[in-house]
């Protein structure tokens, strides 16, 4: 799928690999990058999982935001999304999967969950993984 226009373009640099190092070209992001322990690392730095959990999580947030203002509704206070990435092996390598957990106070929850799923068709991370990995979303 092409974009019909580039909005904006992130830039980052990693360098080491899982025990390196990851700086923004704005260097607003630099962390220090190391293997979790349960992967024989030292655990003494963030992870390419964390990082992608806290990047889909924050992204599905601003996708529920979205079709909340196309609906004329607003986010109720409190919402907040617990992402949770998983790696192991596949027959091929490596791969990921991702399971929220999405807390909508007070929405009810047929509400919630048709807002749910409206983010997850326009959510670029959403997009991005469809048919690709397993996207579990709970409503909570």
């Known amino acids: 799928m092409s974009l019909q226009q580039v909005l904006y373009t992130a830039h980052a640099t990693a360098t080491g690999g899982r025990d390196g190092r990851a700086v923004s070209s704005d260097k607003l992001l630099d962390v220090a990058l ?27 947030l601003g996708a529920m935001g979205f079709v909340a203002g196309q609906q004329k509704k607003h986010l109720p206070a409190g919402t907040a999304i617990d992402a949770a990435v998983g790696i192991g092996p596949i027959p091929a390598g490596f791969g990921i999967e991702v399971k929220m957990d ?24 959403s997009n991005a993984t469809r048919g690709n990995i397993s996207v579990t979303l709970n409503v909570k």
């Open 34 to 60: 190391a293997r979790p322990k349960e992967m024989g690392g030292n655990g003494q730095g963030t992870n390419p999982e964390q990082l992608f959990a806290a990047g889909y999580a924050a992204c599905f």
């Open 102 to 125: 999405i807390t909508l106070p007070g929405l009810p929850r047929d509400e919630a969950e048709a807002l749910v799923a409206a983010a997850h068709q326009v959510c670029p991370y």
